[in-house]
């Protein structure tokens, strides 16, 4: 066995010796005798093990060159254009697959044309030489070099609409329902390389098989302003990225974002609050028991900050979040259902746990009655769920409590104005007011009285615009 044979028996690729032997020969005569036949195989072997990728996920821009085997799932139109020498120029994209992926690849010219004449037809396995490179829809190919392998397997299967769980990175053309669970309250806008203004808004969707973070650029940055949260919308020809290692749902110039009349069910894997330790980032879901004003504070960097704290209960217990930023002008109130994702678990004041709701968090408000209906908390119903109160934040049903307001119109409907009441229940929210849940019924309480979380308290007092003044505490 000669040397070249040596050297290609040690290589891990799919090029023919033939192939092989004949660039190993190019590469002698490249090197004008500079480099003997070992050495040129050497070099032409290294070039093949840069350029070979095990698969669409590993094709990176900035990459010189790349080889990969795939499967033709849809074939775009010809497009022609003036380059700066006024030739026309041609151009074909075609979304090719494989089991890691998907990605666009570009055909020029007279390849461009014979794709555009039929000779490309969906399901085509093909074996592709080119040079990647960062896309406006995401990494894209330029293809230097094509062959149909009409003996390789590629195993995928086209989708017409994705769920969170199919995206995988270098998908493009993705459609993807989802229901809203967070949103932007405006748009950045950042200044560009070439000096024009781009924008970008962000928003968070989720199905019943998870959840991910879209980005809208530019103009569809501005549809932000339009998303409600729990409203279900459909995403259309977005593309798949990558950000600190989670996948990201992009949406450029030629996606659009729409809401649906359909509902789509968001059902996350919540971790139980009593069971939570520090250094953890999770989804918990429970009752809102106590809401705190929103703070401001000057950041290092002179700017403002902003936060509020909330204290949430499931069946196993309860923990403070901090809302930070933008989630701290959340529409939360005391009573309402909610779900928190990646929220991460700190040493909070005095020696107690704290979940922080940052810039990643969601933070989502469930409709009244529909908690048990749209999102499932991790952990068995309470029986008693049905009766309202803090077992309507159990069970997820919202019974017949609708927070403080309600509360305080049933306190005006059996008491007059001015008149004197008493009511017996447990705290469930210590601060200005005092609230106090017996169950069926949640009253506000103005009192100096120091009372805590949990504690079994009887007010009495007169019924001041919808709040006990409470004379008496015990």
Known sequence: MGVIEDVYEDLDTEVDFEEFEAAVAEKVEQMGGLADEETAAMLVAHELEDQEVSGIADVEPGMDEVKFVAKVVNVGELRTFERDDDEEGRVVNVEVADET?????SFWDDVAQSV?????????VLRIKGR????????EVSVDRVE?????EVDIQVLDT???????LGLSDVNLKGRVLDADDGVRTFDRDDGTEGKVANCTLGDETGRVRVTLWDDMAETVTDLDPGTSVEVVDGYVRERDGDLELHVGSRGTIEELDESVEFVPETADIGSLEIGQTVDIAGGVIETDPKRTFDRDDGSEGQVRNVRVRD??????VALWGEKADADVDLADRVVLTDVEIQDGWQDELEASAGWRSTVSVLDEGGAKADVEAGTESDPKADEGGLAAFAGGDGGDVAGEAAAEETAAETVAEGGVTEFTGTVVQAGDPVVLDDGTETRSVETDANLRLGEEVTVRGPLRDGRIDADEVY
């Open 101 to 105: 992926g998907r990605i666009r690849v």
């Open 116 to 124: 555009a004449d039929g000779e490309l037809d969906v399901g085509q």
């Open 132 to 139: 990647p490179k960062d896309g406006f829809n995401g990494v």
């Open 148 to 152: 149909p392998d009409p003996d390789a």
């Open 162 to 168: 994705y769920r969170v769980e199919d995206l995988s």
């Open 315 to 320: 069946e196993t217990g309860d923990i403070r």
